[in-house]
């Protein structure tokens, strides 16, 4: 809907940034999720290889 008068439209200016802010936080949130699990699975990667040369 268009703004009917500046008010408006601050208002809907201002729902918009709002918005836009929470993407921004998601993405944030989602790359520090995948590079927790990278350094996860890296460690357990490592651990079960230095297990197994201490099995042979």
Not at 7 to 34: M, P
């Amino acid at each position: 809907p268009k703004p009917k008068n500046k008010n408006d439209a601050l208002i809907i200016d201002d729902d918009r940034d709002e918005n836009d802010e929470e993407v921004a936080n998601s993405f944030d949130i989602n790359k520090w999720l995948n590079d927790a699990s990278q350094a996860i699975l890296g460690f357990l990667l490592l651990l079960t290889l230095t297990v197994g040369k201490d099995a042979k």
